[in-house]
């Protein structure tokens, strides 16, 4: 195993991140003067092992080549599904003439926050693991699933956690039971890989039309070990309104 690989950057910025809710895809968020996007790569650009990054973007993007990047720029056309996007930046990468034990720096362009400290520690730790590494915090607060009630009719909805708490004006969540939080984390980004290993994975979720919400969880699929690498809370993700207001404080507060 070549413990001194060649590492790749990319971020995944092909999404309208939805959930945001604003007119213009979360990546171009302006947050202290710039966007998103070109803090996050930023951030990369402080690793002594990065010095180029591969951006991702949906093809009908027509701003990402007029922002000014702390790296110099690569770019690929994403897909419809993160991993479709991500599978679209391994194959540029390995079009480019990559070896199958190269790491690949995965990084979400909505973590413009990630100390430069936590990216150096994820790269340095999956140099030393056969697949690789990710960035992630043990969850410290009581988890709770849920269901959901009618209220009216005091009537059982639905038994599946949700991810929407706001329902209808009748309809309600209500504690099921709470999760024993001991060996649960929460994931961040940067996610890193081999690359030979990061192909086989994402071929075997197409092959088998898999869902996944990030790199990790296809190998997971295959039992197979990525390394939790302790990360800082300050790696926040811009998901919902009210985040940017507490990531342009962390911001200001790192500089």
């Known amino acids: ?73 690569h770019y690929a056309m994403g897909g419809a599904e993160r991993w479709q996007s991500v599978q679209a930046g391994v194959k540029a990468i390995v079009a480019a003439g990559a070896d199958d034990s190269d790491l690949v720096v995965i ?48 009537e059982l909805v639905e038994e599946t956690p949700i991810a929407n708490p706001t329902i209808s004006s009748s309809i309600h969540p209500y504690a099921k039971r709470t999760i024993n939080r001991r060996h649960m984390w929460q994931a961040q980004t940067p996610q890193v890989f081999r690359l030979g290993q990061l192909q086989k994975v994402l071929h075997y979720v197409t092959e088998h039309e898999l869902t996944i919400t990030d790199e990790a969880s296809a190998f997971e699929y295959l039992a197979l070990p990525i390394r939790l690498v302790t990360g800082s809370r300050q790696n926040i993700k811009l998901t919902y309104p009210d985040d940017a207001i507490l990531l342009a404080a962390i911001i200001n507060a790192q500089s």
Not at 131 to 142: R, S
Request: aromatic share 4%; proline share 5%; glycine share 4%.
């Open 107 to 154: 990084h979400d362009a909505a973590r413009p926050a990630v100390p430069n400290h936590d990216i150096e520690q994820v790269i340095e730790a999956a140099m030393l693991e056969p697949y690789g590494a990710i960035l992630a915090t043990p969850v410290a607060d009581t988890l709770k699933e849920s269901y959901l009630q009618s209220t009216a009719q005091s």
């Open 1 to 73: 195993m070549n413990t001194t690989p060649n590492v790749h950057a990319m971020i995944v910025a092909a999404g309208r991140g939805s959930r945001f809710g604003a007119s213009v895809a979360k990546q171009y968020t302006m947050l202290q003067g710039q966007t998103l996007l070109q803090h996050s790569v930023a951030r990369l650009a402080g690793s002594a092992y990065i010095d180029k990054c591969l951006l991702v973007v949906a093809a009908d993007d027509s701003t990402v080549q007029t922002l000014n990047f702390s790296l110099p720029i």
